[in-house]
């Protein structure tokens, strides 16, 4: 069974610029969760979807963050525009409805110059 | 607020030494606690985790766990770390369904 997956893995991109991520979850986990580690710091929490509901969004930072995940499958973030302090790694990661588990992707490394 | 400490941000070891991660958190309610490990290049994977029943939690790779509740702390074990231990280790605490919160990671180096 394929894990989560997340593409790009780096992303590199100047200040300004919009950058959109994408996260595949594991097949038949309705929980889909947005994380992202500035460098040296804690994992934090972005979003949370239940299929295609925005469950929790409190971690989201502002308004130039938007996480979708249409028909409940994969999700995307888009930052527009970047701004340098949004650089770090971008976690995703799925769980089922029954479970407390969550199962992560490899992240995406982002660098806004 | 809830959060989570990891006192050692970084920890060097010589093969075969005891390993124990400290790891306290702070939240209102009833917990699930997570160790996760991050080896170089790859995923977060699960080491070990406790919803409930025996405190005293057996993971993977000879890790184990004990939740003390009253101490509120979740600290990490092994009796004898390898170098191919050498990775980030990441304590995570959540409650039904919602959003881990995480500690700041410690780097575990092993030395051969």
């Known amino acids: 069974e394929a894990g989560v997956t997340q593409f790009p893995s780096h992303s590199v991109i100047e200040k300004g610029q919009t950058v959109t991520l994408r996260c595949d979850p594991i097949s038949g986990h309705d929980n889909l969760y947005w994380y992202r580690r500035v460098m040296g710091k804690e994992i934090k929490f972005l979003l949370h979807?239940?299929?295609?509901?925005?469950?929790?969004e409190s971690g989201m930072p502002n308004n130039r963050f938007l996480a979708e995940r249409t028909g409940g499958t994969y999700s995307t973030l888009k930052v527009q525009p970047a701004e340098l302090e949004d650089s770090g790694v971008y976690f995703c990661?799925?769980?089922?409805?029954?479970?407390?588990?969550?199962?992560f992707g490899p992240g995406t490394r982002l660098t806004v110059l | 607020a809830q959060s989570v400490s990891q006192h050692n941000h970084h920890v060097i070891l010589s093969e075969a030494a005891s390993l124990e991660l400290g790891c306290n958190y702070s939240y209102g309610g009833t917990v699930n606690l997570f160790w996760y490990v991050q080896y170089p290049g790859q995923h977060l994977q699960l080491l070990l985790k406790y919803f409930s029943g025996d405190p005293l939690v057996k993971g993977i790779k000879g890790f184990e766990a004990e939740f003390i509740k009253s101490k509120f702390s979740f600290n990490l074990r092994k009796p004898s770390v390898q170098w191919s231990d050498t990775a980030e280790y990441f304590c995570?605490?959540?409650?039904?369904?919602?959003?881990?919160?995480f500690g700041s990671g410690t780097k575990l180096n092993v030395k051969p």
């Open positions: 990661a799925s769980s089922q409805t029954t479970s407390h588990e969550q199962f």
């Open positions: 979807f239940v299929k295609e509901s925005k469950q929790d």
């Open positions: 995570a605490v959540g409650s039904n369904f919602n959003k881990f919160y």
